[in-house]
């Protein structure tokens, strides 16, 4: 492998995403998946207080065009400044749910996004990179 194959395999903000990840793991374990989105967005909010990471929770973003206002959209979570986190509870995750949070990243400029599905009998959680950071170092 080449060095720009190996920089491209590495993991983004490893030990933050980890940590995040096992959150997600211990939410979906204690509540299971029957609840909506809410109920999961708080208790991850607990989660990261009790973690001491630092989070922005519903995070306006205004959606631009043409250097114009067109209107806003909420980030679920952006942790440490670092990683955007978007929960969902649905069946599947649905192409529009990916594209969400790619806008999310591109918007803010974030390298790294999960997203999470609690409404699954297990978490399914999906590591997303922003594609128009080459950058990938930490």
Do not use: C, W
């Not at 649905?94 to 806008?103: E, G």
């Amino acid at each position: 492998m080449n060095a720009n194959a190996l920089e491209k395999n590495k993991i983004i903000y490893p030990e933050l995403s980890y940590k995040i990840v096992g959150i997600l793991f211990k939410v979906h374990s204690e509540l299971g998946n029957k609840y909506q989105e809410k109920y999961y967005q708080r208790a991850i909010a607990i989660e990261l207080e009790k973690q001491g990471i630092l989070f922005k929770k519903e995070l306006m973003v205004d959606l631009m065009y043409d250097n114009e206002k067109i209107g806003k959209y909420f980030i679920d979570f952006l942790i440490e400044d670092l990683i955007v986190l978007e929960i969902k509870a649905n069946i599947n995750f649905r192409i529009s749910d990916y594209k969400q949070v790619s806008a999310y990243l591109k918007s803010k400029d974030i390298k790294l996004g999960i997203l999470a599905n609690f409404r699954t009998e297990q978490l399914i959680y999906k590591r997303i990179i922003n594609p128009q950071i080459n950058n990938y170092s930490h």
